[in-house]
């Protein structure tokens, strides 16, 4: 099964990142845009996992979120990867450092000898639209710049399955909460 890691925004912050992105859809068609139910924050991306080994990571991402604490998250602006002028990927982004969250649940899966095989920089986003030929998006990131989202509290990680096909499907199979941030350690 393919695994990842993630953070799903609730609706309500779901509608204002769909209603930021909507004016440039139609100008933009050679955009794959994302559907919305598939919007998440990938905090750890775990490939194909057999069926034990998933087993095995369960417990290691229920400490792993027991030892983080909520987080008060915003949306803001947009980006591209790799970069703006030459672009793959069409995102809106997270300010809030979430690196070491990130970092606990790509350990939790190394320590059950799932390579992660990601050596590139950890980046929150939300992925809106995708292209198989890079495209200057800079207007769009550009159109985008103010945008900022209403605040969302993160309060629990997920265990996500794809399903790929021709129409990808996630489909959440565990959650754990993050810590109160009151709670002590």
Do not use: N
Not at 88 to 107: F, K, M, N, P, V
Not at 117 to 124: E, K, N, W, Y
């Amino acid at each position: 099964m393919r695994l990842f890691v993630a953070l799903i925004p609730p609706e309500p912050v779901l509608d204002e990142v769909a209603a930021a992105f909507a004016p440039y859809r139609a100008d933009w068609p050679h955009l794959r845009w994302t559907h919305r139910d598939t919007w998440h924050v990938t905090l750890a991306f775990y490939g194909e996992v057999d069926e034990p080994a998933a087993e095995r990571l369960r417990p290691r991402l229920e400490r792993a979120a027991a030892r983080h604490p909520r987080r008060e998250l915003a949306f803001a602006g947009a980006g591209a990867f790799p970069r703006a002028r030459s672009a793959r990927t069409l995102w809106t982004g997270i300010e809030t450092d979430l690196q070491r969250l990130a970092d606990s649940c790509r350990a939790a899966g190394r320590r059950e000898g799932i390579d992660t095989g990601r050596t590139l920089r950890f980046h929150p986003h939300l992925t809106v639209a995708r292209t198989r030929a890079p495209r200057d998006l800079r207007p769009v990131v550009e159109g985008l710049q103010a945008y900022e989202g209403t605040p969302w509290t993160a309060g629990e990680i997920h265990l996500v399955q794809s399903h790929l096909g021709g129409e990808v499907r996630y489909e959440t199979l565990c959650r754990w909460p993050l810590r109160d941030a009151r709670a002590s350690r």
